[in-house]
């Protein structure tokens, strides 16, 4: 397997302190890895999701993704890039509430040319993907709002993954639901990305989710400036 | 940019109401701003146009305000009367085109009574050269009758045909054993016409026959007998005059303040009129200074209403950056919500002012510019300069907290 993500000697601190909050030496990460981030709050991993997906650049060093170093790029590059390879999962209110399911899946690829070339049929897509996610059809007209935060955050992962995007980066995307549901949106979520073998860098404090995972890594083992 | 103006239109959908109230109080400022500016312009040229084409007024008082204020509004105290022999000396003046005498003094239920003659109807210009109209009726023709003024009529409720009784002087003791009849019955002016009670001076001259110091004397003259006894007048409270030409108008002016037998003032309303004016300017500043009052209220109701949204919508931005949505995505979302809340405020308030002039110059007999002159353009450029400005604000604060959130919002 390829290398898709491919971090060294990075460090970043904010321009108001004086204390690096991110110093990974080096992480490697695998095409098609599922990995489970282990991070407490305050441990730096929502600076590490921004510097990932280039909201934030390092101080130092190289973010290297699918080849090629991000950290080198201006920031509308950096916002196509994110909007081109990433699907982003948060932990609620992923949504734009005024807006109806569909238009809220296809919003992916209203910012992306790619994640819209890689469809041929967008509404055949949407509707794909809502009955794998096990969504009613009806819901594609029904307003964002109107949704259980359960259905919400499964259509998130709907939004996430359409156009194919190689890395899904999910948030806590389970913390706003109840043991049953968790359960299965875990299930959902693997089996569409195993479909799509897209790679998963899946971020909670739940340890109990990690049996799901091939590589597992607590962030304060990778991030070295807290320690 | 299609889908920005898309995304735009469904966020505002999702906040009609609050998008609505500042559309509103964006268009009821642009309405009063202008229209105040508008209500200003032609109550200005209303007020100086109150008397038009009469070149000359002439009283015996020192004082051309006086006069002015006496004979024109039937305001101020009596004047010291003219003799109506100056009066027929000046008519008899070659540069002279026409003479109407004036007597005021009498009262009809509390409004002036003018006494004047038939000519009065035929001279008066107000606005731009309008003369007087009859809405109902005609001028004098018989000796007794009376010409009421459109507000007159309205109040009282009187009309063609009807009997009335002048008061003698302020007093409310009225000439009883004459009877007046309404024959006409003038048009809504806007002018202290629309309040005043016109008859005939020859008739005014006659009644007072009967009072004497004060007191009224029955003489036991009847009504018949008293309309032929042709009663020639000896004072009258002063005089309208038009030119032959409104050139010699400075030395007709001399020529009267110069007259020989009686101490006359000569007053060009158009003149007196303009300095007049200046002294409600400060009414006008007073008024100009709550509309932009009003402006600047919307303006903050307009951000107000835009920064109440702002952190609520920071999770917004977060998802539409996660997607690949530049800052400048973000910034241009905001704006283009507020430059919509202002364009279309302008937009409504301008057809707004428009319809609202458009009844009035109906409803009215003021002269009005439906088209916006160029103080006015200029006031309205500035209201969008601002407007736009104002707008960028809560844009930048979005942009600029959505560069800290960056996808992860710690609310």
């Known amino acids: 397997m390829n290398n898709i993500i491919n971090i060294n000697s990075c460090k970043f601190k904010y321009a108001n302190s004086n204390k690096n909050i991110i110093d990974i030496k080096s992480l490697t990460i695998k095409s098609g890895e599922h990995i489970f981030l282990r991070g407490k709050s305050g441990s730096g991993k929502s600076t590490f999701l921004n510097l990932l997906s280039g909201v934030l650049s390092p101080n130092r060093g190289a973010i290297e993704i699918l080849s090629k170093d991000i950290s080198l790029m201006n920031s509308s590059q950096k916002d196509r890039f994110r909007g081109d390879n990433f699907g982003t999962i948060f932990q609620q209110l992923n949504l734009i509430p005024y807006l109806s399911v569909e238009e809220n899946i296809s919003l992916a690829c209203e910012f992306s040319k790619q994640k819209s070339h890689n469809i041929v049929n967008l509404t055949v897509e949407i509707e794909t993907l809502l009955s794998a996610l096990e969504l009613p059809l009806e819901f594609k007209s029904k307003k964002a709002m109107t949704l259980s935060v359960g259905e919400q955050q499964r259509v998130a992962v709907a939004r996430a993954l359409i156009g194919k995007p190689k890395i899904i980066i999910a948030d806590e995307p389970t913390s706003a639901l109840d043991s049953d549901s968790k359960e299965k949106f875990m299930q959902l979520l693997f089996k569409q990305v195993e479909l799509q073998g897209s790679t998963l860098i899946f971020v909670s404090h739940d340890i109990g989710l990690a049996s799901y995972f091939n590589s597992v890594y607590d962030f304060s083992e990778i991030n070295e400036a807290l320690v | ?411």
Do not use: C
């Open chain 2, 1 to 411: 940019m299609r889908e920005l103006l898309y995304l735009t239109y469904k966020s505002i959908l999702n906040r009609k109401l609050t998008f609505l109230l500042s559309v509103f109080s964006i268009a009821i400022s642009v309405v009063l701003l202008l229209g105040v500016d508008k209500a200003i312009k032609s109550s200005k040229s209303h007020f100086i146009n109150t008397i038009n084409e009469t070149d000359i007024v002439v009283g015996s008082s020192n004082g051309s305000l006086d006069i002015l204020l006496n004979l024109v509004f039937h305001l101020s105290d009596p004047l010291k009367e003219m003799s109506y022999k100056s009066f027929e000396d000046i008519k008899a003046f070659d540069e002279i085109k026409w003479a109407v005498p004036l007597s005021l003094g009498d009262k009809f239920h509390g409004f002036d009574v003018v006494s004047t003659n038939e000519e009065y109807f035929k001279y008066y210009r107000y606005s731009s050269s309008k003369s007087l109209e009859f809405e109902r009726g005609k001028g004098f023709e018989e000796f007794y009758d009376v010409v009421l003024g459109s507000k007159i009529a309205k109040k009282l409720k009187m009309k063609v045909g009807d009997i009335v009784h002048i008061s003698h002087g302020s007093h409310h003791h009225e000439h009883k054993n004459r009877d007046f009849k309404v024959v006409g019955i003038l048009n809504q002016t806007l002018t202290p016409n629309d309040e005043t009670l016109f008859m005939q001076l020859k008739a005014d001259e006659a009644i007072h026959l009967e009072w004497q110091s004060g007191h009224f004397v029955d003489m036991g003259i009847s009504s018949e007998k008293l309309s032929h006894m042709n009663i020639k007048p000896k004072h009258i409270s002063g005089m309208f005059l038009g030119l032959k030409s409104r050139e010699i108008i400075l030395s007709v002016e001399e020529k009267i303040e110069n007259y020989k037998d009686e101490n006359l003032k000569a007053v060009i309303p158009a003149k007196a009129l303009s300095k007049l004016y200046k002294l409600m300017k400060n009414m006008q500043d007073i008024l100009m200074l709550i509309s932009l009052a009003v402006f600047i209220t919307a303006i903050f109701t307009m951000l107000s209403s835009m920064y109440s949204t702002l952190n609520e919508r920071r999770r917004e931005m977060a998802i539409f950056r996660s997607l690949g949505a530049g800052v400048n995505v973000i910034f241009w979302l905001f704006a283009m919500e507020a430059l919509l809340i202002v364009i279309s405020g302008i937009i409504f308030g301008l057809i707004t002012l428009e319809i609202a002039l458009y009844v009035i110059s109906v409803n009215f007999p003021f002269e009005i510019m439906f088209i916006l002159d160029t103080y006015e353009l200029f006031m309205l450029l500035v209201i969008i300069g601002v407007a736009l400005i104002a707008s960028l604000f809560p844009a930048f604060s979005s942009y600029k907290s959505s560069l800290q959130d960056g996808l992860m919002v710690k609310m």
